[in-house]
């Protein structure tokens, strides 16, 4: 089993920044993905970013939706097992419900944003973005 515990959303206006952070604990080895989806109100889920988090492989590949490239960096911190997700240049439409899912598999191509692929969810922290 493993424990996800999400923190850092808030409300801010557009252009602002907010930093998540996903704390894993539990039976973290097998974890080779964490990825932070998001939820809006009427709109289906989100794959919004996924890192490599094993250690298999030397690196941490990281990849991201359309939507947020270049305004989103995901990122780790190993020592405390702790995936960020940074949000920088807000918009209203990326207020949402942001979860991290965390993932025991190898993906490929564009299966890190399926939520089907990942077995343990947090609980969710809300970002509101308001103009």
């Known amino acids: 089993q493993v424990q996800l515990m999400e923190s850092g959303g808030g409300s801010v206006q557009v252009g602002g920044s907010l930093r998540l952070s996903c704390v894993a604990s539990?039976?973290?080895?097998?974890?080779?993905?964490t990825a932070w989806f998001r939820h809006a109100p009427g709109k289906g889920r989100e794959g919004v970013a996924s890192?490599?988090?094993?250690?298999?492989?030397?690196?941490?590949?990281?990849y991201y939706s359309d939507s947020v490239k270049a305004r989103f960096t995901i990122s780790q911190d190993k020592a405390k097992n702790t995936v960020y997700l940074q949000l920088d240049s807000l918009k209203p439409e990326d207020t949402a419900m942001y979860y991290c899912?965390?993932?025991?598999?190898?993906?490929?191509?564009?299966?890190?944003?399926?939520?089907?692929?990942?077995?343990?969810w947090g609980q969710g922290t809300q970002v509101t973005v308001s103009s």
């Open positions: 899912a965390s993932s025991p598999t190898w993906l490929y191509g564009g299966s890190w944003a399926r939520a089907g692929e990942y077995n343990y």
């Open positions: 539990g039976d973290t080895a097998r974890t080779k993905y």
């Open positions: 890192i490599y988090v094993g250690t298999t492989v030397a690196g941490s590949s990281s």
